[in-house]
């Protein structure tokens, strides 16, 4: 585990991507982070994919390396205890992140009343705080529409969260800068956001509300093309299908290179008056140019130029399941530091991954297990509460908190 973070102490209250998120690699970088849920579990508990135990794969990659404790929400006495875990007292504590959010008991206004320095983030889902996913929020902004197969005429979703992965970083971001300013201030504060904006944002700074405001031509599906350069995926000889990416000058002449077209682009550009050395020009004569490439890699194995292809330096891929790339990515396996092989109770051996980011001078990279539900209820009362031996047992005894530690 990376120490960058550590004696940080955040609370968690939260379901599903993108403050999951948010919270794991806070503590991938050494924070305490502490998730509450309820006793039953939290919405999350169970999402697919699951194991054939029942427990939830989802789950376990959301939350590792957390602290969890488990209360009964609905009553007056776990909303009070959750309200202490937020607002204890320490230093490099008082940080919330939450997308429940929750009027009364458990916003910025109330809670600060017990800790005035509070820094509380919530992901909404958009800015009037209703509901929002990847699924609503994409069809919404027009994303299905430039997706799937060139003149396919149905709308075609996209099975990666991307918003809620972007906006799981950016709550990190927040309360890390937020933090920073309260180091220098004093001053607590209350960060909003909402997936819909996130979403909005980011395509604002691609250039695609722009885009369509100011182009008369609406922009349609490109299939597996890369929009406005040149990238194609092309069928082997030995049903192998590979992606071929020529964005830079220096990619597309590789490209060109190792497959020794080099004569039959010349004619192309002289039949059409367009220089291939200019991405928009490749993008234009997409077509042709896969036509020219498309019969070379039809005769090859993939095992006929892999390790050439990898030798030039091209921006290539092979199309692979999920299931595929455990067998034959290296990056996939403890080959890979970030990986280290795990047994996880109930869910199987596999491996799991540590934080992407590497610090130098702040400890080794290690993958820790998301915990068992209220596996930490008990020191979490003891430690962070305040709470005695009394309280505690009087709290179990009344099915206040349970614990599913081991």
């Not at 962070?384 to 709290?395: H, K, N, R, S, Y």
Request: hydrophobic share 40%; proline share 5%; glycine share 10%.
């Amino acid at each position: 585990m990376s120490t960058v973070l550590s004696g940080m102490r955040v609370v968690e209250g939260s379901a599903f991507v993108a403050v999951p998120l948010a919270g794991m690699t806070l503590a991938q970088m050494g924070a305490d982070v502490i998730r509450f849920d309820r006793i039953e579990g939290g919405l999350d508990a169970k999402r697919w994919p699951v194991a054939e135990s029942g427990q939830s794969h989802f789950w376990a990659g959301m939350n590792k390396g957390k602290r969890s404790i488990a209360v009964n929400m609905r009553s007056p006495e776990g909303k009070e205890l959750i309200t202490r875990v937020i607002t204890a007292p320490g230093e490099d504590a008082g940080l919330f992140i939450s997308n429940l959010r929750v009027r009364g008991w458990m916003d910025h206004e109330t809670l600060s009343q017990h800790r005035n320095d509070l820094i509380m983030v919530t992901l909404m889902g958009d800015r009037f705080g209703r509901p929002a996913v990847d699924y609503t929020v994409n069809p919404a902004l027009g994303i299905p529409h430039i997706t799937g197969p060139e003149g396919h005429p149905d709308p075609v979703a996209n099975a990666l969260p991307a918003w809620d992965l972007i906006a799981g970083n950016m709550v990190v971001s927040a309360l890390l800068a937020a933090e920073r300013r309260r180091l220098r201030t004093g001053l607590g504060d209350d960060v909003e956001l909402s997936l819909k904006d996130v979403a909005a944002a980011n395509l604002g700074h691609l250039g695609m509300i722009g885009d369509a405001a100011t182009n008369p031509k609406q922009r349609g599906k490109s299939g597996n093309d890369l929009y406005g350069a040149y990238g194609h995926d092309f069928l082997c000889a030995d049903g192998q299908r590979v992606m071929v990416i020529g964005l830079t000058d220096r990619q597309w002449k590789l490209i060109v290179d190792a497959t020794q077209s080099g004569e039959a682009m010349a004619a192309l550009e002289k039949e059409t008056g367009l220089s291939l050395k200019e991405e928009s020009n490749r993008w234009a004569l997409r077509r042709q140019i896969s036509s020219v490439l498309e019969p070379w890699f039809a005769k090859r194995n993939l095992s006929d130029f892999a390790a050439e292809f990898d030798k030039a330096g091209l921006t290539w891929s092979v199309f692979r399941s999920l299931k595929d790339a455990l067998e034959h990515d290296k990056d996939l396996t403890t080959d890979n530091p970030m990986f280290t092989m795990m047994d996880q109770q109930g869910l199987g051996r596999f491996p799991v991954p540590a934080s992407p980011v590497s610090f130098a001078h702040s400890g080794q990279n290690e993958a820790r297990p998301a915990p068992r539900l209220g596996e930490h209820t008990e020191e979490i009362l003891s430690e962070v509460v305040g709470a005695d031996d009394t309280e505690i047992a009087q709290l179990f005894d009344k099915g206040i908190v349970s614990s599913q530690a081991a």
